[in-house]
């Protein structure tokens, strides 16, 4: 799709960042799985991604934006059109508002491990639940994560998005509507940045909730080997990890792609899994899953790209 010289040379001219043609994606996702994108693009500003979006839709390339890739499984043929990957949408400030609390702007690519960090420092409560999620600012709120029974519609209190009319626009989170990971947002709409209220609090106590969290995972998540967090949501409340530890599949491999022995919501790949392997393994489960307790699974991870 991308042989074009005059639309190569036009990519190039939108961003100052990368801008790398078939390049493998298991680089830029947590399982480290996935074919090549037809080009990959790393805009450094909000500026050079809205002139990128706007050069695309014109042209009718078809993108995909790009956070942490760690939700994201990409098939082994890769993403046909361009890949936007916005981790050089950096910015991060805060300021207190009069009601005494501080608001944090985050652009899309900030890590959320560095929000946390800033809390450590600033002493900011609020986001500690954050602690241990791999994502991006972006890629946090299009999923509305969460975990111990917070999410990012507990905390968001803007967004500013370049929507599918390429107009950079601002929603509060009154105009927002969040559900179980995820947010209802045209799938053409980029999120840019994201603005979260936040209490002053007592460093020691968010450093030891913080401290707390990060033992917990490790204890209980497979850390040691590349993975894509829950593959599955939670039906109806019910831990989708204990519905495939009842079935017997913990620890079924597909090449070196395995139902992780630690947990079973957790897909691992020990070395050289391929994406197809991990899809062969999500399908395994959903239908074991199905037959044993009549319940469907409903994926978390986005897959995403074509056969290999
Ligand atoms: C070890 C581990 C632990 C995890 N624990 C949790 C957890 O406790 N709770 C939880 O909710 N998740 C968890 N996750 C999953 C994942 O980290 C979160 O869903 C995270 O928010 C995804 O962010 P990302 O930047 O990696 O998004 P990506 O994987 O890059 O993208 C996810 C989806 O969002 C879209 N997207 C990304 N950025 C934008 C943007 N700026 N605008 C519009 N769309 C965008 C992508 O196109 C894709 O469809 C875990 C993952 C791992 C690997």
């Given at each position: 799709m991308l042989h074009d010289f005059f639309i190569k040379e036009q990519l190039k001219s939108c961003v100052s960042g990368a801008v790398l043609f078939d390049e493998p994606l298991d680089r830029y996702t947590s399982m480290g799985v996935g074919g090549p994108a037809d080009a990959l693009v790393v805009p450094q500003s909000m500026e050079e991604l809205v002139q990128l979006v706007r050069f695309l839709r014109k042209e009718n390339i078809p993108f995909l934006t790009l956070g942490n890739g760690t939700n994201l499984i990409v098939r082994d043929g890769g993403c046909r059109g361009v890949v936007v990957a916005l981790r050089g949408l950096q910015k991060l400030s805060w300021a207190s508002d009069p009601e005494g609390k501080i608001r944090v702007q985050a652009e899309a690519g900030v890590p959320l491990a560095s929000i946390v960090q800033l809390c450590i420092k600033e002493s900011l409560a609020g986001l500690e639940f954050c602690t241990g999620i791999p994502g991006s600012v972006g890629g946090a709120v299009r999923m509305n994560a969460g975990a111990f029974g917070r999410e990012m519609k507990d905390v968001v209190t803007a967004i500013t998005v370049l929507n599918e009319h390429l107009e950079l626009e601002t929603l509060s989170r009154r105009e927002l509507s969040f559900e179980y990971r995820r947010l209802n947002l045209s799938d053409e709409a980029v999120i840019v940045c994201a603005e979260f209220a936040l209490c002053p609090g007592e460093r020691e106590s968010i450093s030891a909730e913080i401290s707390e969290i990060l033992a917990l995972r490790k204890s209980k998540h497979p850390l040691n080997f590349r993975n894509a967090g829950s593959i599955f949501k939670n039906p109806r409340n019910l831990p989708a990890g204990q519905l495939i530890e009842e079935?017997?599949?913990?620890?079924?491999?597909?090449?070196?792609?395995?139902?992780?022995?630690?947990?079973?919501?957790?897909?691992?790949?020990?070395?050289?899994?391929?994406?197809?392997?991990?899809?062969?393994?999500?399908?395994?489960?959903?239908?074991?899953?199905?037959?044993?307790?009549?319940?469907?699974?409903?994926?978390?991870?986005?897959?995403?790209?074509?056969?290999?």
């Open positions: 079935t017997g599949l913990k620890g079924t491999r597909r090449g070196d792609a395995m139902i992780s022995e630690k947990h079973g919501n957790f897909i691992v790949n020990l070395g050289h899994a391929r994406a197809a392997d991990v899809v062969d393994l999500i399908e395994e489960i959903k239908g074991r899953v199905e037959n044993c307790r009549a319940i469907q699974l409903e994926a978390e991870v986005h897959i995403v790209g074509e056969d290999g």
